[in-house]
C-alpha cells in the first residue's frame, strides 16, 4: 500500500509540475534567469516533500506550488509593463567587447573572468577576440557574440528604444542624444517615443523603427 501511495503521489506531483510549467510559458524553459532559479528550486524541494511525505496532505504542496505560479506570472506581467522591474529582477546586457576590444572594467563589474570569456568565445566558433564586433553578455548569462565582417562592420543592431522608453546605454554607444534621436523617429512619421515598440541603430547607421499594435 505504500508503495502505491508513492506511485500515485509521484505522479501527481509531475503533473502538477508540468501543468505549473505550462503555465510559465515558454521562456521559463528556454531562459534561467535569477528569479525562475528560485522558482524551480523551491518547486523541486516541495515536489521532494510531496513524494517523501506519503502522510502528508497533497494540498500542503499544492499551494506553496500554486502560490510559486502566481507569483511568477505576476512578476512576468508587471516585467512587460516596467522596464525598471525588469532590469531590477533580471538585470540588463553588458557589452564586454567592442571593436575587438575588451572592456575589463564591465567584466569585473558582472565578476566575469577571461576564462569564462574565452570559453563562451570558442563555442561560438571564435578563436581571437580581435575577430569581435560586439559581445554581450546577457542577464542569463548568455554571451552573444558578432563577429567582424571582412569590411571590419558587423549585423550588431544597437537598441535606442524599448517598449516606448529611451536606451541611454545606446545613445551612449552611438555617442548620440535624446534631441537627435527625437529627430530621427520623426522623420519617419513618428510623433512620439511612446508610440515605438523597438528603433535600433545599426552601424551604417541606419535607424529601424517598429510601432506598438501594428498588427492589432
Same mark, same amino acid.
Given at each position: 500500500?505504500?508503495?502505491?501511495t508513492?506511485i500515485?503521489?509521484?505522479?501527481v506531483t509531475?503533473?502538477i509540475? &508540468? !501543468?505549473?510549467f $505550462?503555465?510559465m @510559458?515558454?521562456? %521559463?524553459i528556454g ?5 525562475? *532559479?528560485v522558482?524551480f528550486i523551491?518547486?523541486?524541494?516541495i515536489a521532494?516533500f ?8 497533497i ?5 506553496p506550488m500554486?502560490v510559486?505560479l502566481a507569483?511568477?506570472i505576476?512578476?512576468a506581467?508587471?516585467s512587460?509593463?516596467s ?7 533580471d538585470?540588463?546586457p553588458s557589452v ?17 573572468n577571461f576564462n569564462d570569456? &574565452? !570559453?563562451?568565445? $570558442?563555442?561560438h @566558433?571564435?578563436? %581571437?577576440?580581435?575577430?569581435v564586433?560586439?559581445?554581450? *553578455?546577457e ?8 563577429e567582424?565582417?571582412?569590411d ?5 543592431a544597437?537598441v535606442?528604444i524599448a ?7 545606446g545613445l551612449?554607444i ?8 527625437v529627430?530621427?523617429i520623426?522623420k519617419?512619421?513618428?510623433?512620439s517615443?511612446?508610440?515605438i ?9 541606419d535607424?529601424e523603427i517598429?510601432?506598438k499594435?501594428?498588427?492589432?
Amino acid at each position: 500500500m505504500a508503495v502505491f501511495t508513492v506511485i500515485i503521489r509521484t505522479l501527481v506531483t509531475y503533473i502538477i509540475i &508540468l !501543468l505549473v510549467f $505550462r503555465f510559465m @510559458g515558454k521562456r %521559463e524553459i528556454g531562459e534561467l534567469s535569477v528569479m525562475d *532559479l528560485v522558482v524551480f528550486i523551491m518547486l523541486a524541494e516541495i515536489a521532494v516533500f510531496l513524494i517523501e511525505e506519503p502522510n502528508e496532505a497533497i494540498w500542503k504542496a499544492i499551494v506553496p506550488m500554486a502560490v510559486l505560479l502566481a507569483i511568477q506570472i505576476g512578476s512576468a506581467w508587471i516585467s512587460l509593463r516596467s522596464q525598471k522591474f525588469r532590469r531590477w529582477f533580471d538585470g540588463k546586457p553588458s557589452v564586454i567587447i567592442k571593436h575587438g576590444k575588451v572592456d575589463e572594467y564591465e567584466m569585473k563589474k558582472q565578476r566575469y573572468n577571461f576564462n569564462d570569456l &574565452l !570559453l563562451q568565445l $570558442r563555442e561560438h @566558433g571564435v578563436h %581571437e577576440v580581435q575577430d569581435v564586433a560586439y559581445a554581450i *553578455l546577457e542577464p542569463s548569462g548568455k554571451l552573444s557574440v558578432f563577429e567582424k565582417k571582412e569590411d571590419g562592420s558587423s549585423d550588431y543592431a544597437v537598441v535606442l528604444i524599448a517598449d516606448g522608453e529611451v536606451q541611454y546605454s545606446g545613445l551612449k554607444i552611438v555617442r548620440k542624444n535624446r534631441q537627435w534621436l527625437v529627430n530621427e523617429i520623426r522623420k519617419q512619421g513618428c510623433t512620439s517615443i511612446e508610440e515605438i515598440s523597438l528603433c535600433t541603430m545599426n552601424e551604417d547607421g541606419d535607424v529601424e523603427i517598429d510601432i506598438k499594435n501594428e498588427y492589432k
